[in-house]
């Protein structure tokens, strides 16, 4: 998808959010900014709504609002947190050298915290996909929470709130972000395809929020390639558009490359499932049982892709990094090529 993403160009402000009762929570911390967990499942609009929450808050929300997600920053080496143009200005030559990957991370997470906010009184550090978190970093966070908490409002989000220490979640106020139900998915594509002048029919949008089932996310990116193959969002467009949604030949080839061992190439093939295009690590492995089940693999090879993915499904239910986990499924494809 090359054009800009609806979820981004139409990203909404705190009055848009689909779920009353998190609209509501959101204006209150505005109004005495407080620390908080946004949890839910995936898609439902947590990060949206953290960036609403900035915007709202915020006189200048691009240097008041720092965002790290927590799957990609502690699934980084230390050289690439080194780095990073978000974390560089942090680390000098020296400490770059002499610190181990942990100093770095909770060298980066101390400096996200003390610095002054650019305008008003406060900032906003938000710690997205934060069921990624090793407990002794949950630790340090811990501490940091406590050292920064006057100028500092930390929001973190999560699939699953259990993953978070109990210190942790005493300091924050938790706010449930459900699932959208069809009538608000519906309501918000409306708005988009509207401002998009698209054209469009109801029972085509309640088809793509169906086809999303409660991921508002899969549900706006639905829309667009609907818009973008079909020029409408109608029953029959979006039927023919999203029954074959388009990533098959994709996963088939990164399937290729791993079992080539082109690894590389695999990941970046992942990367771009996951992050350009939106899809969940469920939903990406879904894609390769349904590749694998029509005809790529027979037999004893079969058996094992689908014994595979299922240790993999359960290793992603319980949250963590869904591009870890789904990688982990291509290096045993290709370990498996090789032999």
């Known amino acids: 998808m090359d054009a800009p993403l609806w979820t981004e160009r139409h990203a909404p402000d705190l009055a848009d959010l689909p779920q009353s009762e998190v609209r509501e929570y959101l204006q209150k911390a505005v109004d005495d900014p407080i620390n908080l967990v946004l949890y839910g499942p995936s898609g439902a609009g947590k990060t949206a709504a953290v960036r609403a929450l900035a915007r709202e808050a915020h006189e200048d929300p691009d240097n008041d609002l720092v965002e790290i997600n927590v799957a990609d920053f502690f699934g980084m080496t230390k050289k690439e947190i080194a780095s990073d143009p978000r974390f560089s200005s942090f680390i000098?030559?020296?400490?770059?050298?002499?610190?181990?990957?942990?100093?770095?991370?909770?060298?980066?997470?101390?400096?996200?915290?003390?610095?002054?906010?650019?305008?008003?009184?406060?900032?906003?550090?938000?710690?997205?996909?934060?069921?990624?978190?090793?407990?002794?970093?949950?630790?340090?966070?811990?501490?940091?929470?406590?050292?920064?908490?006057?100028?500092?409002?930390?929001?973190?989000?999560?699939?699953?709130?259990?993953k978070l220490i109990p210190p942790i979640k005493s300091r924050c106020f938790p706010v449930a972000v459900r699932?959208?139900?069809?009538?608000?998915?519906?309501?918000?594509?409306?708005?988009?395809?509207?401002?998009?002048?698209?054209?469009?029919?109801?029972?085509?949008?309640?088809?793509?929020?169906?086809?999303?089932?409660?991921?508002?996310?899969?549900?706006?990116?639905?829309a667009q390639t609907t818009a973008e193959q079909a020029g409408e969002?109608?029953?029959?467009?979006?039927?023919?558009?999203?029954?074959?949604?388009?990533?098959?030949?994709?996963?088939?080839?990164?399937?290729?490359?791993?079992?080539?061992?082109?690894?590389?190439?695999?990941?970046?093939?992942?990367?771009?499932?996951?992050?350009?295009?939106?899809?969940?690590?469920?939903?990406?492995?879904?894609?390769?049982?349904?590749?694998?089940h029509a005809g790529r693999y027979t037999g004893d090879e079969l058996a094992e892709v689908t014994r595979l993915a299922g240790e993999i499904d359960a290793d992603l239910a319980e949250g963590a990094n869904d591009r870890v986990h789904v990688s982990h499924l291509l290096a045993e494809l290709g370990a498996t090529g090789e032999a």
């Open 179 to 222: 699932a959208p139900t069809v009538e608000e998915t519906v309501d918000v594509l409306a708005g988009i395809v509207e401002a998009e002048a698209i054209e469009y029919d109801e029972n085509g949008l309640e088809y793509v929020a169906g086809y999303a089932n409660g991921d508002l996310r899969k549900a706006i990116l639905g």
């Open 233 to 292: 969002v109608t029953m029959n467009a979006a039927y023919e558009v999203l029954g074959d949604v388009g990533v098959r030949s994709e996963v088939e080839a990164m399937l290729d490359d791993a079992e080539a061992g082109e690894f590389t190439d695999a990941r970046k093939t992942l990367d771009d499932l996951l992050v350009d295009e939106g899809f969940t690590g469920e939903e990406v492995l879904q894609e390769i049982l349904d590749v694998a």
């Open 92 to 162: 000098d030559s020296k400490r770059k050298r002499n610190s181990s990957k942990a100093d770095l991370i909770n060298h980066v997470l101390k400096e996200s915290a003390s610095y002054s906010p650019v305008a008003g009184s406060y900032k906003t550090v938000v710690l997205d996909n934060a069921e990624a978190i090793r407990e002794d970093f949950q630790q340090a966070l811990r501490r940091v929470m406590e050292r920064h908490h006057g100028a500092t409002q930390f929001v973190v989000t999560t699939r699953q709130p259990t």
